[in-house]
């Protein structure tokens, strides 16, 4: 006698059949008759026709007819709302009933019917019951809440439903209390600032007494509201941490987790010399373990939690890298997970254990963990300097296997020892280049002409093994392109006598016959460099690249703290913050580790290292994804040198390069073809920017830099436009014109050297007169490429004040030299004296008045600024942008005054008092300064600044 | 919080569907499907997988995949470990957790969920509370339902589910008063082909079955109490008493339940009782291969070794095995290549060995892998690590109790590398 009889009935009409018995006198022919609708209902039959005849059932003192009319209805109240109402009457009536079991049942089932005809009729009895004498009805009340909240949230804080779950925190009974955290948790998920759960020492303390008494459940809904609380200091962090300790102990995983989380984020501000810290450290490590001994799926979860507290606290389970040995038998997703936990745990004490299983797990069956096993040989070459070499080793052992992708996977990793031991390990070239011909994966192919292309010098028949990959060029990925592109145009700057054909075979079938953008932007940038400044190209072509490091994989530390705060939630399977992927969860609040007391260490500085507490926190190299790194995407790896695109200032060249210029490109007259060189010209006046040695900024890319740097100047210093200082006539051709500007503290001229003459100019050069404040380039004009005719260069030249000083009249004059080629040409401009003007140059208001009083009155002088229509705040905010600060304002019979400070490079303090009377456009300036001749010229700024 | 479940069977169609809140589409399953199609075990789903709206969290328990539903972010933990008392739940009352035990209960199984959630929150989870609410289905039960027309829904709110211990039911009553506790130990080993062990660890569980009447309250105390440094409890015992003096102290649930479970963990040293001596051997260009394995005690305590079975995976090449075992039976799967070899017990005295030679694919070249060799075994009357119960005492009640504790230890992940 089972249930499946229910769902044996005769063939014609079944629903009519159902209702018949429904309708009997019976009870027990009414009460199968409700079975078999649930057992129908259960497979997905519609039986919501009978929705008159099971209600009816309802009103029945018989508590399992009850139930079960209960279960129907709850799925198709939905569906039928209008007869739904036809049960508010028994709810509410059971409401009201003295067995408490049924007054909670009624109220557990009127919550769960989602028609919001009903939810009205449910207030009054809600609110009864989360005052019911029994604590079992009080408890099922709270859940309620957070369901009717679910159906209409707006009701619920109407009714002041939320009030009274709060009051439920307090409750003598630590169920109705774990319910009610529970019901507020969930509420407050759509209400991220809504502050329901407002935690302060007292309910803490109440929480954690319920801890100790509810079920595992509600233990484990407490623990993750405790841990959204932030102790005041140390000693209270202690003690929630000792009254938390025993749950590590319980036989309910997830209750473990949320104690874990607990504790890691509370220990945060523990003195680390205390000795309890070091207590809690031991007390951590034998719960994690055990949860390895759990089912695979527990395991699972388990171990993408121990990932990320292994690279918060390595301390913990430094000892206990024995269980994250790999089972044959694991699932494959529990053998992955292992693996990288043994390389975050791998040090030089256990690296010979940890090889040697390594080698082991790279003879199993399945493709992908043999793959990870390689790889992990690799990662810890480079993370444990000692095992270099056996790890090298260990890799040939597995060559040697001639397995197809093992011997793949390891000439991959071969390739980041090169790069992270340069210079040590090339004697495994040979070996290497044995099984060229058994790569077939774009990664491993890429990865050995890397090798081929960075050690051309010592493998005589480099450009042999280069032109035998470059036949089915077309064929290959992108990646592997990209490579070989790279590949050669090292070899030929190393070896450029034999291969100078090659070269040009693979420029060609990179810019011209592929489709490929990316390719032939690479292809076009080394012909460019290699055509036009053969140096410069070394430099960026054989940069000595940055040495790798196992940071790589680490999870950056800002979000690696945000994780540890969420441990044992959805974000820490998948570690990204749960505002990345959590939908409904608006605007989450992002936690933060709190900060240590006392030490004076802060939270920002996670102690990663093993070693000691000082070890900074590891750099992270941005991923490939990194915007520029994508553009020229150097050697696989994230360049150092990120070339920018010269696209801005290409505009003339563009179209030649593509046409014909490009052939004469290789034949070596520089600068013989007009056409070309305008598009050559340009790319190198973004180069030292882009190589980030010098600090001078080309043209696009100043205007970022000054957004970067102008960082509280609210309106940007103004900069004059650009005037001819020498026309063409006076300067055998060459025209300069230029201005000058100061952006983020960097004082710099702008140049735009215009050929106007027939042939092209080189080797530029600048220098200045002494003057006033010292001015002189601060690097030499970076003008790399010749200047052919009718091509203008802008050059940002940035200046230091650190000069040689001679008093000039008038006292802004420069007097500036250029050399090309072919003559020195002089000339004289004049700065803005806000060129001077610092950032530190507010000056404190007490200063001020006694400043202002001690200047002699004799050196005050007065000007008239005309024509501003500008109310106070709007001029002060424009004088802030060219460093002329507002200090303070007074406002005297409709007249305000502004008092203002300027400081010099020098050290001058400048005075002034600018009076703006509403209605009138004409200020009153008064400047007061101890070397009066520069008042004019501040007077001159004030105007420009305020004019434009 | 847990918004729906879906049980699927085998042949990957979902036979019960149950919500706790709104109604989430079936189809919802299709990303599960996806999963299960990728993966090439039955058993390599990952247990958590996203889906644009929802995450689905499943185990797969007797072969019935258990997939909730969530919605919000819920610790995947808190998911899992329930799915695991559902499982365990079903076992109770049906015996068995199969498709068929669930589909024949199905009213009794919707009650049981409907309980055991309320809006996605665990309601009643422990079994003595649920059996309160809701009776098992006996034969007899049925019959006597059909005959007095009463029902298997309790009528009383149950006790325990209010009480400072949730866990115990009042007024129980035994005619016969007995607690037994068994000592289950399980080496979980990697040993390497020199024989050496890699690590070994032990999973060590106390499993109670108590019947005492009334409200007993007992202290279990150990010879050796210091080798429990990690130890997952009972919500019943006492954790401060323990803390203190390494005592258990605790009033038991009725019946059967799991008092503690701790971890002898690879730091320590684990005795290895059973030794493997074995020739796995291919040589290249021949179609045959050579295979020789014997077993032997030690570390044993004198006790034997019983129950012992020898499984391996052998390599994808290997066409079939022709092996002379000097006891016991063995069998080889020419499809999913797996050797076991059923041992029974081990003699001391007369070593049990397996001999023979493999055969080949004509032409395939020596196999690269190297099989594990996976090994069951069991040995009564002894725990492995040493641990021995001192003494077991009863206080709140008066009568004298029957009391008996067995120990046994087993192979756990017990595997040996070639």
Same mark, same amino acid.
């Given at each position: 006698m089972t249930d499946s009889k229910y769902f044996t009935t005769t063939k014609k009409g079944e629903i009519f059949e159902l209702k018949a018995e429904l309708n009997s006198d019976k009870k027990e022919k009414k009460k199968e008759a409700v079975k078999k609708v649930i057992a129908s209902m259960t497979v997905g039959k519609d039986v919501s026709a009978l929705f008159p005849d099971v209600v009816n059932c309802m009103q029945t003192d018989n508590l399992e007819l009850k139930k079960l009319v209960y279960l129907y209805l709850m799925n198709y109240a939905k569906s039928q709302p209008d007869m739904a109402i036809m049960a508010v009457n028994t709810f509410v009536k059971d409401c009201e009933d003295p067995n408490p079991l049924i007054r909670a049942l009624a109220v557990r089932t009127m919550g769960c019917i989602r028609v919001d005809k009903i939810t009205e009729y449910l207030c009054e009895p809600l609110r009864k019951c989360l005052k019911d004498e029994d604590p079992y009805v009080r408890k099922t009340a709270a859940v309620c809440v957070a369901k009717l909240h679910d159906i209409n949230a707006q009701l619920v804080e109407d009714q002041g439903f939320l009030d009274t779950l709060k009051d439920l925190i307090s409750d003598s009974n630590p169920m109705v209390v774990a319910n009610a955290v529970a019901a507020l948790s969930e509420i407050a998920e759509s209400h991220p600032n809504s502050n329901l759960l407002d935690l302060n020492p007292q309910t803490i303390n109440k929480l954690l007494t319920a801890l100790n008494e509810c079920t595992e459940w509600g233990q484990i809904f407490i623990l993750d509201c405790l841990a959204n609380y932030t102790p005041r200091d140390d000693r209270e962090s202690q003690s929630i941490c000792e009254r938390v300790t025993p749950r590590l102990s319980h036989a309910n995983s997830a209750v473990v987790l949320s104690a874990v989380k607990v504790l890691m984020k509370f220990m945060e501000m523990l003195p680390k010399d205390l000795d309890y810290y070091g207590t809690l450290l031991k007390k951590l490590a034998p719960p994690l373990v055990t949860l390895l001994s759990a089912e695979p799926e527990l395991q699972y979860v388990a171990l993408r939690n121990i990932n990320l507290i292994v690279q918060k606290r390595p301390e913990i389970l430094k000892h206990e890298m024995k269980v994250f040995f790999v089972k044959y038998n694991d699932p494959i997703y529990v053998k992955l997970e292992k693996l990288d936990i043994m390389i975050r745990l791998a040090s030089q004490a256990n690296i010979a254990q940890v090889l040697a299983e390594l080698k082991e797990y790279a003879t199993e069956v399945d493709v992908d963990f043999v793959r990870k096993a390689v790889r992990a040989i690799g990662r810890c070459a480079i993370k444990v300097e000692q095992s270099a070499e056996r790890c090298v080793s260990t890799l040939l052992d597995l060559i040697q296997t001639k397995v197809n992708y093992v011997v793949q996977e390891a000439i991959v990793v071969i390739k980041d020892i090169f790069r992270k031991y340069p210079n040590k390990y090339e004697s495994v070239i040979a070996t290497l280049c044995e099984n060229l011909d058994s790569l077939d994966e774009p990664e491993a192919r890429a990865a050995m002409i890397w090798i081929v292309g960075e050690y051309a010098e010592r493998i005589d028949n480099a450009d042999e093994l280069l032109e035998s990959f470059l036949e089915g060029f077309h064929d290959e990925s992108t990646q592997v392109q990209l490579q070989l592109l790279t590949a050669i145009v090292k070899l030929f700057l190393k070896k450029p006598t034999e291969t100078q054909e090659l070269v040009q075979q693979v420029l060609s079938l990179a810019t011209q016959d592929s489709d490929n953008p990316d390719l032939r932007d690479r292809g076009y940038i080394y012909w460019r460099l290699l055509s036009t400044d053969p140096v410069a190209a070394k430099e960026v072509v054989l940069a000595e690249k940055p040495l790798i490091s196992e940071e790589t994989d680490l999870i950056e530390p800002t979000l690696l703290e945000e994780l540890i705060c969420h441990i044992g939630t959805l974000a820490s399977v998948y570690h990204k913050p749960p505002s990345a992927f959590v939908e409904g969860s608006r605007g989450v609040q992002h936690k933060r580790l709190p900060a240590r007391a006392g030490s004076g260490e802060s939270a920002e500085s996670p102690d990663v290292g093993q070693s000691g507490p000082t070890e900074a926190p590891p750099a992270v190299i941005p991923s490939q994804g990194d915007l520029l790194g994508d553009l #020229?995407? #150097?050697? #696989?790896?994230?360049? &150092?040198? &990120?070339?920018?695109?010269?696209?801005?200032?290409m505009q003339m060249g563009a179209m030649d390069l593509l046409g014909g210029g490009l052939d004469s490109l290789l034949g070596g007259d520089i600068g013989g073809s007009p056409s070309m060189g305008a598009g050559l010209g340009a790319a190198p006046a973004a180069m030292p920017a882009a190589l980030g040695s010098a600090p001078a900024v080309g043209g696009g890319l100043g205007d970022l830099f000054d957004l970067g740097g102008g960082v509280g100047m609210p309106t940007g210093a103004y900069v004059a436009p650009k005037t001819v200082w020498i026309p063409a006539m006076k300067a055998k051709g060459l025209e300069i014109s230029g201005t000058f500007a100061r952006r983020g503290g960097i004082i710099q001229m702008d140049l735009s050297l215009t050929n106007k003459a027939m042939s092209v100019m080189t080797d530029f050069a600048i220098q200045f007169n002494r003057n006033s404040f010292g001015l002189s380039p601060a690097g030499p004009l970076q003008v790399l490429t010749p200047l052919s005719p009718n091509q203008t260069i802008d050059v940002s030249l940035p200046l230091s004040t650190s000069g040689p000083v001679m008093k000039m009249e008038p006292l802004n004059n420069l007097q500036v030299a250029v050399k090309n080629n072919i003559d020195v040409f002089y000339f004289s401009c004049q700065y803005p004296l806000s060129l001077l003007f610092v950032e530190d140059g507010k000056m404190e208001r007490q200063v001020f008045l006694a400043t202002w009083k001690d200047i002699p009155n004799d050196n005050e002088a007065q000007f008239q600024i005309k024509d501003i229509h500008l109310n106070s705040d709007a001029a002060s905010n424009k004088l802030q942008g060219s460093n002329i600060f507002t200090i303070a304002k007074r406002t005297v019979e409709g007249q305000d005054m502004l008092y203002q400070s300027v400081k010099l490079t020098n050290g001058i303090w400048v005075l002034a008092e600018m009076r703006i009377q509403t209605g009138n456009p004409n200020y009153t300036l008064s400047i007061k300064c101890r070397a009066p001749e520069v008042s004019q010229f501040v007077f001159q700024c004030y105007e420009l600044v305020l004019k434009n | 919080m847990i918004h729906s479940l879906f049980l699927v069977n085998a042949s990957g169609d979902i036979f019960l569907e149950k919500h706790w809140k709104s109604v989430v589409s079936r189809s919802v399953c299709d990303y599960f499907f996806e999963a299960l199609e990728r993966a090439t075990e039955p058993e390599n789903v990952p247990p958590v997988i996203p889906t644009p709206h929802h995450y689905l969290i499943n185990v797969l328990r007797h072969r019935i995949y258990f997939v909730a539903v969530i919605q919000s972010e819920v610790p995947p933990l808190f998911v899992i470990e329930f799915l695991h008392r559902v499982v365990d739940t079903f076992q109770d009352y049906f015996g068995v957790c199969t498709e068929a035990a669930i589909k024949d209960n199905v009213v009794v199984v919707y009650e049981l969920l409907e309980e055991m959630l309320d809006n996605g929150f665990p309601l009643a989870t422990e079994s003595n509370i649920l059996k309160e609410l809701i009776k098992p289905p006996t034969i007899l039960r049925t019959v006597v339902n059909t005959i007095t027309g009463s029902t298997n829904v309790g009528e009383q709110l149950p006790t325990g589910q209010l009480s400072v211990v949730p866990w115990r039911r009042t007024g129980v009553k035994y005619t016969n008063n007995e607690a037994y506790f068994d000592v289950v130990e399980e080496i979980d080993a990697i040993i390497d082909k020199s024989g050496s062990t890699i690590t070994a660890e032990i999973q060590g569980v106390i499993d109670a079955c108590v019947k005492l009447t009334g409200m007993p309250d007992l202290t279990l105390s150990f010879m050796n109490p210091r080798l429990l440094d990690d130890v997952s409890f009972h919500p019943c015992v006492r954790f401060k008493r323990w803390e203190a003096e390494r005592i258990l102290s605790f009033i038991p649930p009725d019946g059967n339940f799991r008092l503690l479970s701790y971890h002898v963990s690879s730091q320590n040293l684990v005795a290895i009782p059973v030794y493997v001596k074995h020739n796995i051997s291919f040589r290249e260009g021949s179609s045959q291969g050579r295979f020789e394995l014997t077993l032997g005690p030690k570390q044993t305590m004198g006790k034997a070794v019983e129950s012992v079975l020898v499984s391996s995976q052998l390599p994808r090449g290997v066409l079939n095995a022709n092996l002379n075992p000097s006891q016991g039976t063995y069998t080889f799967d020419p499809v999913t290549k797996l050797l076991s070899w059923d041992v029974g017990k081990i003699n001391p005295q007369k070593l049990p060995s397996l001999k023979g030679s493999m055969s080949l694919q004509a032409g395939a070249s020596k196999p690269d892998e190297n099989p594990t060799i996976n090994i069951q075994f069991k040995i009564q009357q002894l725990a492995i690590s040493g641990l021995k119960v001192n003494r077991l005492d009863m206080y709140g009640e008066k009568y004298k109790p029957f009391k008996g504790i067995k120990y046994m230890t087993k192979a756990g992940k017990f595997q040996v590398r070639t």
């Open positions: #020229l995407n #150097l050697d #696989l790896a994230p360049p &150092t040198a &990120t070339v920018p695109s010269v696209q801005p200032s | -």
